[in-house]
């Protein structure tokens, strides 16, 4: 398995793109399940978890072309199965995001319960009970979700929580529905929007997106389109954190700052000097940073998906931050590996403590979950001497080349393959 290694110390300068948001990629590629014609998306990422979801969709008959530049064209004129097996989907619990798509256009779904991980449980609960409310008869046999409509019927849905592939399963399930749908209480996540803007293009009617109603009426078919995935905001605030803890000067290109609102206001509060133009971000950061409390909440609350980068931050801070992880039941899986680098961290059911420290001592750290993955890099970026992250195969799941675009801001980060990890 491969390792990063890291040499922590060196300030980072320089500039670096920013590639498009994998939560948003992820479900507007199981949008081309909902119609005959070609998709044309460009600014895809080259990650693992898009790799898988190729996979997947190819399991289903869908035909992909990967090329050069970042763009992908794929087209489900000829699907043959209408079945996600549980080899793929356990790799991946976004695959879930077949199922509304599948139901919608051809009446009928068997997919894989995805299984939890190690941020959570993670059911799929309101998936299924949406899916019923527009008249599906679906229920759950050997572990897989089976699911049947001859035409789905629009109705009005709310959902016990607010789940971001949740309001994405229900809205490309009711896109194609008789009638009217109304989801309340809908994630209003800008990659939600990114999918609702795709299936506006492809002749969808939605409006509300990016509110916590979203409202579709139904129509009989849907035709290709061409999209732009959306910046990455959570690789942008990854760099921003990184840049945080081992200080210097970046400009990250390609990045949708009105995307990132809460991640800039904690990163300023820490001390970051930070400045914004319409695709770009700069920030600096010349000193110990300042400790910075956190609650995690749905969008536009701070994304727990940058709770731990943020953490690796606050490990280094000049007094105590508290940390309060409200959307997932296990998301402290880095704890562990940062007190391994000199960090004070104490646990309290869904609240951190962090006591921020003068330094960091790089160690052999174990990467456990994807966004876990970032923050010790993040950590073993500021900490002293040699760190060695283990399990990197999380991280290649959400960031694309990081020790890459690393090292052109001057890191010293390198990647160690099979045998010379031994
Ligand atoms: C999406 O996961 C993201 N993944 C996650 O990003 C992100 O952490 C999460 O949203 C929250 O923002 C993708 O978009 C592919 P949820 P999702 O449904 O949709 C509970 C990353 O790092 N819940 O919004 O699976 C659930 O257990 C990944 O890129 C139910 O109980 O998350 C959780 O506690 C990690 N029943 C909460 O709701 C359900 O039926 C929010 O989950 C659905 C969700």
Same mark, same amino acid.
């Given at each position: /398995?491969?390792?990063?290694?890291?040499?922590?110390?060196?300030?980072?300068?320089?500039?670096?793109?920013?590639?498009?948001?994998?939560?948003?990629?992820?479900? #507007?590629?199981?949008?081309?399940?909902?119609?005959?014609?070609?998709?044309?998306?460009?600014?895809?990422?080259?990650?693992?978890?898009?790799?898988?979801?190729?996979?997947?969709?190819?399991?289903?008959?869908?035909?992909?072309?990967?090329?050069?530049?970042?763009?992908?064209?794929?087209?489900?004129?000829?699907?043959?199965?209408?079945?996600?097996?549980?080899?793929?989907?356990?790799?991946?619990?976004?695959?879930?995001?077949?199922?509304?798509?599948?139901?919608?256009?051809?009446?009928?779904?068997?997919?894989?319960?995805?299984?939890?991980?190690?941020?959570?449980?993670?059911?799929?609960?309101?998936?299924?009970?949406?899916?019923?409310?527009?008249?599906?008869?679906?229920?759950?046999?050997?572990?897989?979700?089976?699911?049947?409509?001859?035409?789905?019927?629009?109705?009005?849905?709310?959902?016990?929580?607010? @789940?971001?592939?949740?309001?994405?399963?229900?809205?490309?399930?009711?896109?194609?529905?008789?009638?009217?749908?109304?989801?309340?209480?809908?994630?209003?996540?800008?990659?939600?929007?990114?999918?609702?803007? %795709?299936?506006?293009? /492809?002749?969808?009617?939605?409006?509300?997106?990016?509110?916590?109603?979203?409202? #579709?009426?139904?129509?009989?078919?849907?035709?290709?389109?061409?999209? &732009?995935?959306?910046?990455?905001?959570?690789?942008?605030?990854?760099?921003?954190?990184?840049?945080?803890?081992?200080?210097?000067?970046?400009?990250?290109?390609?990045?949708?700052?009105? @995307?990132?609102?809460?991640?800039?206001?904690?990163?300023?509060?820490?001390?970051?000097?930070? @400045?914004?133009?319409?695709?770009?971000?700069?920030?600096?950061?010349?000193?110990?940073?300042?400790?910075?409390?956190?609650?995690?909440?749905?969008?536009?609350?701070?994304?727990?998906?940058?709770?731990?980068?943020?953490?690796?931050?606050?490990?280094?801070?000049?007094?105590?931050?508290?940390?309060?992880?409200?959307?997932?039941?296990?998301?402290? /899986?880095?704890?562990?590996?940062?007190?391994?680098?000199?960090?004070?961290?104490?646990?309290?059911?869904?609240?951190?403590?962090?006591?921020?420290?003068?330094?960091?001592?790089?160690?052999?750290?174990?990467?456990?979950?994807?966004?876990?993955?970032?923050?010790?890099?993040?950590?073993?970026?500021?900490?002293?001497?040699?760190?060695?992250?283990?399990?990197?195969?999380?991280?290649?799941?959400?960031?694309?080349?990081?020790?890459?675009? %690393?090292?052109?801001?001057?890191? &010293?980060?390198?990647?160690?393959?099979?045998?010379?990890? @031994?």
């Amino acid at each position: /398995m491969d390792k990063l290694r890291i040499v922590g110390g060196t300030p980072l300068r320089g500039e670096i793109s920013i590639s498009g948001a994998k939560n948003a990629a992820l479900p #507007i590629l199981c949008a081309g399940l909902l119609t005959a014609d070609s998709l044309s998306l460009t600014n895809v990422p080259r990650l693992n978890d898009i790799s898988t979801t190729l996979r997947l969709l190819g399991n289903l008959g869908v035909r992909a072309e990967r090329h050069a530049d970042e763009s992908v064209t794929i087209t489900a004129d000829q699907i043959s199965s209408l079945e996600a097996p549980y080899d793929l989907v356990k790799t991946m619990r976004a695959s879930i995001l077949v199922l509304g798509p599948l139901v919608a256009r051809f009446g009928q779904a068997r997919v894989s319960l995805p299984g939890g991980c190690a941020i959570g449980q993670r059911p799929v609960e309101q998936h299924i009970q949406g899916l019923a409310a527009l008249g599906a008869d679906i229920h759950i046999e050997h572990g897989y979700v089976v699911a049947r409509a001859t035409r789905l019927k629009g109705a009005v849905i709310r959902t016990d929580m607010v @789940t971001v592939t949740g309001t994405e399963n229900l809205m490309m399930a009711a896109v194609l529905a008789e009638g009217q749908t109304v989801l309340e209480n809908a994630a209003r996540e800008p990659e939600v929007v990114d999918l609702a803007e %795709l299936l506006i293009k /492809m002749g969808a009617r939605i409006s509300g997106h990016g509110s916590d109603r979203i409202v #579709i009426d139904g129509v009989e078919s849907l035709h290709g389109a061409e999209h &732009r995935i959306i910046p990455d905001r959570i690789e942008a605030g990854s760099f921003l954190c990184a840049v945080g803890a081992a200080r210097g000067d970046i400009t990250l290109r390609g990045a949708a700052p009105e @995307t990132m609102g809460a991640t800039i206001a904690k990163l300023r509060e820490a001390g970051l000097e930070i @400045t914004c133009g319409d695709d770009w971000i700069k920030a600096s950061m010349d000193k110990r940073p300042r400790p910075v409390d956190i609650r995690t909440h749905e969008y536009p609350g701070f994304a727990t998906d940058m709770q731990a980068q943020l953490m690796a931050l606050d490990t280094l801070a000049e007094g105590t931050s508290v940390i309060v992880e409200t959307i997932f039941e296990n998301r402290f /899986m880095h704890v562990q590996e940062l007190l391994r680098l000199g960090a004070h961290i104490d646990i309290d059911g869904h609240t951190a403590v962090v006591r921020g420290a003068p330094r960091l001592s790089g160690a052999t750290v174990m990467a456990t979950d994807l966004r876990a993955s970032a923050s010790l890099v993040i950590a073993g970026l500021a900490a002293e001497g040699e760190t060695l992250v283990e399990r990197i195969y999380h991280l290649d799941r959400g960031y694309e080349r990081m020790e890459h675009k %690393l090292r052109t801001l001057g890191a &010293r980060i390198d990647r160690l393959t099979g045998k010379e990890t @031994t």
